[in-house]
């Protein structure tokens, strides 16, 4: 989704702090941009010696697939398309963001270890959202999350969010070392395909 931000902000012409009707964005979009891309060729420099000497793309077109014969994937592209046009249009583009920023909107106190660095935030009444690149995650310390974890296990903080960026190394167990001692409760919402990833996050807590 980070990439898909980026390559809307330069679309759509926008910087840092500038808002947008929430209404222009929805995840039937990006579903549409995910569809886009699997037609997207990669042209790489033969002469390079890097890995991904990647030199520009191009889109193979709906009139190269009906000339050869692959017209069947323009008729499961729209397929899909307007399937997500009426299924999708309500969800908003961005699932974390529209969570995080409804709790903080109702004084829930909220943090995340993810390592993203395009967000959006929504207003109070979600008819807004605001593009940000660097507010909540980029150029954070380690010693930033390490306060947070703290923070959390001694009651000030209410929410921490984290994804595989910080599914290891660190404890919010509710033992006796720590000063809030209240049951943890755990929302996965999206489950990382590795098995062990997954179980390392769920024993963050218990």
Avoid at 23 to 28: C, L, Q, R, W, Y
Avoid at 106 to 134: A, C, K, M, W
């Amino acid at each position: 989704l980070g990439e898909y931000l980026k390559d809307l902000a330069e679309e759509m012409g926008l910087e840092d702090g500038d808002t947008i009707d929430a209404s222009e964005v929805n995840f039937a979009h990006y579903i549409e941009a995910v569809i886009q891309r699997l037609l997207r060729v990669s042209i790489s420099d033969p002469t390079s010696t890097k890995t991904q000497a990647v030199v520009g793309y191009r889109y193979i077109t709906d009139e190269w697939l009906r000339d050869h014969d692959y017209g069947w994937i323009i008729e499961q592209r729209n397929e899909l398309l307007a399937d997500a046009a009426k299924q999708l249009v309500e969800i908003p583009l961005s699932p974390i963001d529209y969570v995080m920023s409804g709790l903080s909107n109702s004084g829930v106190s909220v943090y995340e270890i993810t390592g993203r660095t395009r967000l959006l935030d929504y207003s109070p009444d979600f008819s807004q959202v605001t593009y940000r690149t660097n507010n909540r995650t980029q150029n954070k310390k380690q010693s930033d999350n390490n306060d947070a974890r703290a923070a959390f296990n001694n009651g000030t903080l209410d929410v921490l969010l984290f994804n595989v960026s910080g599914a290891t190394g660190f404890s919010m167990h509710a033992s006796k070392t720590v000063p809030d001692q209240r049951r943890r409760v755990m929302f996965i919402w999206q489950a990382p395909e590795a098995i062990t990833t997954l179980m390392q996050g769920l024993g963050r807590i218990n």
